[in-house]
Protein backbone atom coordinates (compact mmCIF):
# COMPACT_ATOMS: atom_id res chain seq x y z
CA UNK A 1 0.00 0.00 0.00
CA UNK A 2 1.37 3.32 -0.78
CA UNK A 3 0.04 6.46 1.01
CA UNK A 4 0.20 9.85 -0.56
CA UNK A 5 -0.68 12.58 1.58
CA UNK A 6 -1.82 16.36 0.41
CA UNK A 7 -4.10 19.66 1.75
CA UNK A 8 -1.40 21.07 3.94
CA UNK A 9 -0.31 24.57 4.10
CA UNK A 10 0.05 28.15 6.59
CA UNK A 11 -3.26 29.37 7.84
CA UNK A 12 -3.92 32.16 10.58
CA UNK A 13 -5.39 30.82 13.74
CA UNK A 14 -8.75 29.68 13.80
CA UNK A 15 -9.02 28.78 9.82
CA UNK A 16 -9.38 25.33 8.11
CA UNK A 17 -7.63 22.91 6.46
CA UNK A 18 -8.90 19.75 4.87
CA UNK A 19 -6.06 17.37 4.43
CA UNK A 20 -6.39 14.30 1.92
CA UNK A 21 -4.72 10.96 2.00
CA UNK A 22 -5.18 8.34 -1.37
CA UNK A 23 -4.28 5.18 -0.96
CA UNK A 24 -2.82 3.10 -3.78
CA UNK A 25 -4.04 -0.95 -4.05
CA UNK A 26 -7.60 -2.25 -3.81
CA UNK A 27 -7.26 -3.58 -0.29
CA UNK A 28 -7.90 0.12 1.00
CA UNK A 29 -11.01 -1.00 2.62
CA UNK A 30 -9.48 -3.86 4.88
CA UNK A 31 -7.38 -1.00 6.78
CA UNK A 32 -7.80 0.90 10.00
CA UNK A 33 -6.75 4.36 8.61
CA UNK A 34 -5.02 6.91 10.74
CA UNK A 35 -3.29 10.19 11.14
CA UNK A 36 -0.33 11.10 13.34
CA UNK A 37 1.20 14.47 13.45
CA UNK A 38 4.99 15.40 14.48
CA UNK A 39 5.79 18.79 15.66
CA UNK A 40 9.64 19.66 15.36
CA UNK A 41 11.52 18.34 18.27
CA UNK A 42 8.83 16.38 19.45
CA UNK A 43 7.61 12.67 19.02
CA UNK A 44 4.98 11.49 16.84
CA UNK A 45 1.46 11.90 18.21
CA UNK A 46 -1.94 10.12 17.44
CA UNK A 47 -4.05 12.44 15.68
CA UNK A 48 -7.29 10.32 14.89
CA UNK A 49 -8.37 7.23 12.68
CA UNK A 50 -11.22 5.31 11.33
CA UNK A 51 -12.34 1.87 11.19
CA UNK A 52 -12.89 0.25 7.60
CA UNK A 53 -16.42 1.09 7.93
CA UNK A 54 -15.91 4.37 8.93
CA UNK A 55 -18.34 3.48 11.60
CA UNK A 56 -16.73 4.17 14.12
CA UNK A 57 -13.20 7.11 14.57
CA UNK A 58 -11.46 7.87 17.54
CA UNK A 59 -9.46 11.42 18.38
CA UNK A 60 -6.63 12.36 20.41
CA UNK A 61 -8.02 14.77 23.20
CA UNK A 62 -6.09 17.98 21.61
CA UNK A 63 -8.25 17.76 18.37
CA UNK A 64 -11.97 16.23 19.67
CA UNK A 65 -14.91 18.65 18.23
CA UNK A 66 -12.44 20.74 16.08
CA UNK A 67 -11.01 17.73 13.71
CA UNK A 68 -13.41 14.91 11.71
CA UNK A 69 -11.97 12.13 10.12
CA UNK A 70 -13.76 10.72 7.18
CA UNK A 71 -13.39 7.95 4.42
CA UNK A 72 -14.43 7.20 0.80
CA UNK A 73 -13.62 3.46 0.36
CA UNK A 74 -14.88 3.69 -3.56
CA UNK A 75 -12.10 6.01 -3.83
CA UNK A 76 -9.42 4.87 -1.63
CA UNK A 77 -9.32 8.39 0.20
CA UNK A 78 -9.16 9.32 3.70
CA UNK A 79 -9.90 12.69 4.69
CA UNK A 80 -8.85 15.01 7.92
CA UNK A 81 -11.28 17.98 8.38
CA UNK A 82 -9.51 20.42 10.62
CA UNK A 83 -11.67 23.59 12.17
CA UNK A 84 -10.72 26.30 14.71
CA UNK A 85 -7.00 25.64 13.68
CA UNK A 86 -4.28 26.69 16.72
CA UNK A 87 -0.64 27.47 16.47
CA UNK A 88 -0.04 24.37 18.72
CA UNK A 89 -1.71 22.16 15.81
CA UNK A 90 1.48 22.89 13.49
CA UNK A 91 3.45 20.08 12.39
CA UNK A 92 3.75 17.34 9.82
CA UNK A 93 0.88 15.49 9.57
CA UNK A 94 1.45 11.47 8.71
CA UNK A 95 -1.23 9.05 7.16
CA UNK A 96 -1.02 5.69 8.04
CA UNK A 97 -2.64 2.01 7.37
CA UNK A 98 -2.89 -0.78 9.24
CA UNK A 99 -4.50 -4.14 9.20
CA UNK A 100 -3.89 -5.57 13.21
CA UNK A 101 -4.25 -2.39 14.74
CA UNK A 102 -8.04 -2.99 15.16
CA UNK A 103 -7.27 -6.44 16.38
CA UNK A 104 -6.94 -5.88 20.66
CA UNK A 105 -7.59 -3.50 22.80
CA UNK A 106 -8.91 -0.06 21.50
CA UNK A 107 -5.02 1.99 22.49
CA UNK A 108 -4.04 0.05 19.61
CA UNK A 109 -5.49 2.78 17.59
CA UNK A 110 -2.78 4.91 19.44
CA UNK A 111 0.23 3.79 18.68
CA UNK A 112 2.12 4.35 15.61
CA UNK A 113 4.20 1.00 15.57
CA UNK A 114 0.49 -0.79 15.24
CA UNK A 115 0.64 0.78 11.83
CA UNK A 116 2.28 -0.90 8.70
CA UNK A 117 2.34 1.81 6.38
CA UNK A 118 3.12 5.53 6.26
CA UNK A 119 2.83 8.07 3.80
CA UNK A 120 5.85 10.84 3.67
CA UNK A 121 4.05 13.87 5.19
CA UNK A 122 2.45 16.86 4.69
CA UNK A 123 3.22 20.41 6.64
CA UNK A 124 0.44 22.54 8.23
CA UNK A 125 2.01 25.53 9.49
CA UNK A 126 -0.83 27.71 11.68
CA UNK A 127 -0.22 31.37 12.69
CA UNK A 128 -1.10 32.96 15.59
Known amino acids: VQLVESGGGSVQAGGSLRLSCVASGRTFMSYVMGWFRQAPGKEREFVSA????????YYADSVKGRFTISRDNAKNVMYLQMNSLKPEDTAVYYCAAGVTVAFGSRSRYYRAENYDYWGQGTQVTVSS
Open 50 to 57: IIWSGGSS
